[in-house]
């Protein structure tokens, strides 16, 4: 009987959790800003932020309406989209990444906005401080300020004698972007290298004239850039990377096939958890008390398959670094 009585104390307090929409009450709104919802990174981030609200208890046609906006990759999009949020009357905005959290920001300050890739948001002035924001902006950050001199780093130890490392500038991305390029061109000097931007215009980019600079200015290797929210094209950049004989350093783990190396966290992960943090913000709490989180764990993944196309030898070391060796 005191078994049976602690099960239903138990399953009392769980229910206790799980917001109750009745019939006199309307579902939670919540906006979804994105600049592209198509391809396999957006597939991967939208099922890890699907996730993360359905465990707090929220769900699409039971207690939540998702107001998805896409700009279709098209950036200028992105503040029109934001307004369109707003007016729909959302009580969050989830807006990812700093294209879409600038977007959001200018169409409302007062609105709570839920983060999950922006690189430092005390740096670009969403938050006072990590520990402890207070602002309207809560969220994950990708902690990628340490991620770019890192890679880097590692990009250095696989290509002997490296000196020239290229990356793509996505040009229309430039103003959202310029904190990221300046932390890449530090860490650079740090490390006696050069950075050679090229710019390309990610959407529509010829990738073999783009190849062609990068050849023409000497680079000896390619690092991933914040050229565009849509990761979709690093399969596009890491096969013309292999064509040239440039060694290809990007974040997104889920990528790995793709290019000689990645070092970053886990995005599906970090969407997840900002899900979470939508709900937090559904269920009352505020989000300047809210601390933005950096991400729990990074991956490294080496790809030896590349390596043999460009005739790489990699150092042992960096071999028993990695947590996936792809033979």
């Not at 800003?33 to 957006?42: E, I, R």
């Not at 983060?115 to 006072?128: M, R």
């Not at 390029?181 to 073999?208: F, H, S, Y």
């Not at 559904?282 to 809210?290: D, F, I, Q, T, W």
Request: charged letters at 25%.
């Amino acid at each position: 009987m005191n078994a049976r009585r602690n099960f239903l104390a138990a399953v009392g307090s769980v229910m206790l959790t799980i917001p109750r929409i009745t019939s006199a009450q309307q579902p939670a709104k919540v906006g979804w800003l994105q600049l592209s919802a198509n391809g396999m990174y957006a597939d991967i981030t939208g099922r890890g932020f699907l996730k993360g609200l359905a465990e707090a208890g929220y769900a699409e046609g039971r207690n939540l309406v998702l107001v998805r906006k896409s700009a279709e990759s098209d950036l200028r999009r992105l503040r029109a989209l934001a307004r369109e949020i707003v007016d729909a009357g959302v009580d969050v905005i989830f807006a990812p990444a700093k294209p879409m959290a600038d977007a959001a920001w200018y169409a409302s300050r007062r609105i709570p906005t839920v983060i999950a890739t922006v690189t430092d948001p005390v740096v670009v002035d969403y938050a006072v401080s990590l520990a402890r924001p207070g602002k309207h902006i809560t969220g994950v950050t990708t902690a990628n300020a340490e991620l770019i001199g890192k890679r880097l780093q590692l990009l250095a130890e696989m290509v002997p004698g490296l000196k020239q490392v290229g990356t793509f500038i996505d040009e229309p991305l430039l103003a959202s972007c310029s904190e990221e390029i300046n932390l890449m061109e530090k860490a650079a000097t740090r490390l006696g290298l050069t950075i050679v931007r090229v710019p390309v215009a990610a959407d529509t980019a010829d990738w073999d004239a783009a190849f062609k600079r990068m050849v023409s200015a000497k680079v000896q290797a390619l690092v991933t850039a914040p050229m565009t929210a849509n990761y979709d094209i690093t399969d596009k950049i890491a096969a013309q990377a292999t064509k040239y004989r440039l060694p290809f350093m990007h974040d997104v783990p889920q990528l790995a096939k793709d290019g000689l190396a990645v070092y970053g966290p886990d995005f599906e992960d970090i969407f997840h958890r900002a899900g979470h943090y939508v709900a937090r913000i559904l269920k009352g709490e505020k989000p300047a008390m809210m601390p933005i989180e950096e991400p729990r764990e990074f991956r490294m993944i080496v790809n030896m398959k590349t390596a043999k196309a460009l005739g790489l030898t990699l150092p042992r070391a960096i071999l028993l670094r990695a947590d996936t060796v792809i033979e």
